[in-house]
């Protein structure tokens, strides 16, 4: 199975439409969660994860509280704010202009 | 965008990091065993689920820094942790670290709190409005009420009057009375009366000011007009404080002084505390009223009754010697316009060539700055010195050890320490010692306060001023210090870490002889040893001078005579009324009367409390007329009592009454310089005006006396007995034996028989008074003695351990030459020929510069040079002895080193 890196500058994204998709995760399943929407093409290092969390914490855009899994273990989930909301309509804004320049000049070649 | 919300977080985590991290590592745990599940659920074995799930995750030590630094508090850790690191260095060399804390705190601590004091006596502005526009008429060098003509220092009501009238440069003319009267007033509702002081003054004082009451209002011209017509007064905020408890109601209250009431209409705001420096009154009072207030000064109304300072407001625009011009011409047309101007010749000649300068009042009036200004500027170079030498003290230490440490940074460095987080760990240490040094010095500094108004207060009340710790100064002191610190605690640092590791690793005392030269640290004690030399001589000198000031001979007996004042004035009696004298005669007999006490007597001067001057006019004979006579208003048992000896002639005695021919004593001096050859007894003299001379038979001449101060050259003195030319007369001497404060409240109990009412104040001795007129110079002596010792005992810090550093970095060599047969004492000598000629050479550049300090002070000194060679001996006697015990201690060290060890551990 060939996996790609993901783009850089777009874990935030990633990270905060999955949470607005699943609702409140822990780490492990935001990283399962992101491999798995798309079809296990994107692998995050998953280490990276925690200090994008921890920068989105300061940010604001996530809050964090300790809950209970499935499987009856300790883990911390994350949920999105409204300042986390209003971020990913910037990231995904940025995204797409980001991603249509690239396509214009892909066609243009 | 939402920064405070993000800094908010951010702090919250600094509090809570210990939780932050525990959570990071936790989630960071539970995903990694979530991955190993998977992966076994997908067949692999636990090793290898284990195993490929820390791949996918990543280096989880690096990415747990990485969440940790993400919250950007990193450096603060570090800072923590040098601060940590630095203070457990410091209480490792506890002594090296006191050594350095104190010598930071006395450099900082000494300059702020002179600089205070100097800053209130000298430099600070007056708090009112636009304070460079004041000026003054005169030099205001003046006390008290003069009738000369034609003056430029003293004033009267009238020429105020005419002056704010006529002049075209002041927008505002003001004037106060030269001397405080010290009363004793009571308030309303109250039976004891207390003492106040009273300042008088003109109605426009505090609009020319531009003061406002915090209460009520403050005093305006209309106050001012009628004579005795308005009894109204301002209270200042520190006697609102305390003396009526800050009474909101003070508006309503009464103030009796004297035989008058006074409403109080305002309270001045707390920082005003009028327009002497030193010199707080509680009560401001128009001039209008001088006459109810005691002592009942009168002359509202008399053209040379001349008792005032004058200042005006300039104009905006006008220059000061527009000003001065144009007040000059006013003056002369003032003086020549007064009906009763006594324009003889001889006058007119004098007032043609009269100039009146102005002077700047932005700073206000002080006596105590004529007094303490050249003290306080010695004393701030005493102390400016002490810093320096606290400084080079702070850098030999810092230098001395860092450069000791070079082995424990290679080591640090060689286990991959960056450069910068080394520096920046000695610079911490550094600033940790400053700062804490600087702390010490503002408690010291605010301790030093309080004592030095005490110092610098003469009387048993303390001098008014405000010496709050001078920020600007401060700042600076600390800076140096702070700057000094880093300097030297970090300079050897860059040095270290740019060493050859392996060289400084092979051996951690060098084999680099560099470090045995350390030409800074030697530079650092030979000025050290250079300062402390000159602080010393100064010491010296001021020492002498004191010593020589307080075995002057007074002319009188100082010892075992109380004093005290007496104030007849704040319950009655008038000056001129038979029952005063009475009250004096009465209080003298029952006193007398006491068990070990052999005479007493009321007088208006004993000692350094002013003086009443006037010109002499000697019958058949041509008096020098700029001479002036100090008249002393007495009782029959003064010379008794202060054991003046009498020289020819008699002294007063109960033949002298009111009635009978008016008499006087007079001093040797006097006798020698005024009177025509011959026996002076039985001539006459009279005081006063032609018109109405106070004529004086001389019955007796006595031994001079010091009167004024103990420098002053024998005085013309007279004494006048009280029973023939009756005055309030404030103090009372008693000569007594046995014990002091026995002798005193008999003395007082007995004062209280007579009339129960009479406030006495000043309780104290004839010595004390005699010591309190050479504060300044006990001051100077005491302080620069203190500073000089402390000077020498740091000096002697920094030889010992320049000297413990070199003999450590040296011991290879001299386990060497010890291996080859050198004598203990050639290794002792090794070492102390290098403190002596360090010391030496100290001295040596020392010595001019001591001559010529001297030289700048001699003015200052008493019966003593400048160029003093005692001083200059003695105190390079002790530098010696001191500075060769200081480096012995090391020499000993290195003589004890033993050859096998010290080679052995190479």
Known sequence: MNRDEIPPGTLYLLILKTLVVRGESHGYEI????????????????????????????????TAEWGTTAGNRRARYYKLTAAGRKQLGVEVSHFERVMGAVARVIQTA | MNWPGELARRVAMLVRRRQ????????????????????????????????????????????????????GWEWFESLVQDIHYGARAMLRSPVLTAVALISLALGIGANTAIFSLLDAVMLRSLPVKEPSQLVLLGTADWIGISDGFPITELYSYPFYRKMQRNNEVFSDVAAIFSMLNGVHGTVEGRDQPEPMSVQLISGTYFSTLGVHAVMGRTLTDEDDKVEGGNPVAVVSYAWWQRGLAKDPSVLNKKLKIGDAMFNIVGVAPPEFFGTKVGEAPDIWIPLSMMQQVPPNWTGYKDNFSESLYVMGRLKPGVSRDQATTNVNLVYQQILRGFPDAPLTEKNLKKLAITHVPLTPMAIGLSSLRGKFSEPLKVLMGVVALVLLIACANIANLLLARSTARARELAVRQALGARRVRIVRQLLTESMLLAFAGGTLGVGLASIANCLLIRMVSSGPRKVPLDVSIDMRLLMFTVAVTVLTAVLFGTMPALRAT?????????????SHAEGTKSPVAKALVVSQVTLSLVLLVGAGLFLRSLVNLANVDTGFNKENVLRLQTDPSSIGYKEDEPRTTALYQQIEERVSALHGVSATSFSSFTFHEGSWNTNVHVAGFDTDPNINVKHNVIGNGYFATMQIPLVAGRVFGPQDTATSQRVGVISERMARTMFPKGNPIGHHYHIGSMDNPYDIEVVGIVKDVKFGDLQEAPETLDYIPYTQRTEYLSDFEV???GDFSAVSAAVQRAIHNVDRNLPITRVTTLDEQVARSITNQRLVAQLSTFFGVLAVFLSCIGIYGLMSYVVSMRTREIGVRMALGAARSDVRWLVMREIVVLVGVGIAIGIPVALAGGRLVSHMLFELRGTDAASLVLSVLILLAVGLVAGYLPARRASRVDPMVALRYE
């Open chain 2, 498 to 510: 740019k060493l050859q590791l392996t060289d400084a690793l092979k051996d951690g005392r060098g």
């Open chain 2, 735 to 737: 000569r007594y034996t």
């Open chain 1, 31 to 62: 990283a399962e969660s992101i491999q798995r929407s798309s079809d296990e093409v994107l692998q995050v290092e998953e280490g990276s994860l925690y200090p994008a969390l921890q920068r989105m914490l300061i940010k604001g855009w996530v």
């Open chain 2, 20 to 71: 932050f991290d525990a959570d990071l590592e936790d989630e960071m745990r539970l995903h990694l065993e979530l991955r190993q599940e998977q992966q076994m659920e997908a067949g692999a074995s636990a090793g290898e689920a284990r195993l490929a799930a820390k791949r996918r995750f990543g280096n989880a030590t690096r990415i747990k820094e990485e969440s940790h630094m993400t919250w």
